[in-house]
């Protein structure tokens, strides 16, 4: 089963605007990770955020973490077509096990 | 090497038919994970190894499937008897650390499997 829920399933923008994707999560989390996937390629991680943390920066990336909320946004901003992908948020369950538990994504499409 | 590979890339199998798909890890990575990702969905967990032993199969769909990581690199995950509903992309993944907690997951590009 899936823990989080990304919001929302699909996104279209156009190069240089921002892209906010939402994800929600049901249980209590170690840390909360965003991954992209490009069509028909693996995943590559892009950001963690933990439990105790409220934001993180990492280049044209900004997560966010509300754990009252249960819930977390990734903004990109000035979007590239190169950004074109799905995006998925991934949980750890601190008393669960060592493998993380996938949203099932929002698919960003960038129009050049 | 330089990330992590699984062969093959594609496979196409007929029903019945029993498959094994390969995933080299990045050398030194403790931890190995399998997923399983139908069209559209996210990856869903099957399996963990902790260098050789396997410590959690709880996502392993059924007993059709079985996964082994004898010296503690490469992983083979193995589908007997396949079925149409075990068409879906088999994604690999490692870390270096234990679990997939603190550090981040590196996962390679899939094998892409149809059951027809």
């Known amino acids: 089963s899936q823990q989080g829920e990304e919001d929302p399933q699909a996104l279209s923008i156009q190069e240089g605007e921002n892209a906010t994707m939402n994800c929600s999560y049901k249980t209590s989390i170690n840390n909360l990770q965003w991954y992209r996937q490009n069509s028909g390629r693996g995943l590559v991680h892009l950001i963690l955020?933990?439990?105790?943390?409220r934001e993180k920066h990492s280049g044209r990336l900004r997560v966010t973490l509300d754990t009252s909320k249960k819930s977390s946004s990734l903004l990109i901003t000035a979007s590239r077509a190169a950004d074109t992908a799905s995006y998925f948020c991934a949980t750890l369950d601190p008393g669960g096990g060592r493998a993380l538990t996938f949203g099932s994504g929002t698919r960003l499409q960038v129009q050049p | 090497g330089a990330g992590v590979s699984q062969s093959p890339r594609y496979k196409v199998a007929k029903r019945g038919q029993d498959v094994a798909l390969r995933c080299d890890p990045i050398?030194?990575?403790?931890?190995l994970f399998w997923y399983q990702q139908a069209l559209g969905q996210g990856p869903e967990f099957l399996t963990y190894?902790?260098?050789?032993?396997?410590?959690?199969k709880s996502g392993l769909p059924s007993d059709r499937f079985f996964a082994e990581r004898p010296e503690g690199s490469v992983s083979t995950l193995k589908i007997q008897r396949t079925q149409q509903e075990d068409s879906a992309v088999y994604l690999c993944?490692?870390?270096?650390?234990?679990?997939?907690?603190?550090?981040?997951?590196?996962f390679g590009q899939g094998t892409r499997l149809t059951v027809v």
């Open positions: 993944a490692s870390s270096l650390v234990l679990g997939q907690g603190s550090a981040e997951a590196f």
């Open positions: 190894f902790q260098n050789e032993a396997q410590l959690d």
């Open positions: 955020i933990r439990s105790n943390e």
């Open positions: 050398s030194g990575h403790v931890s």
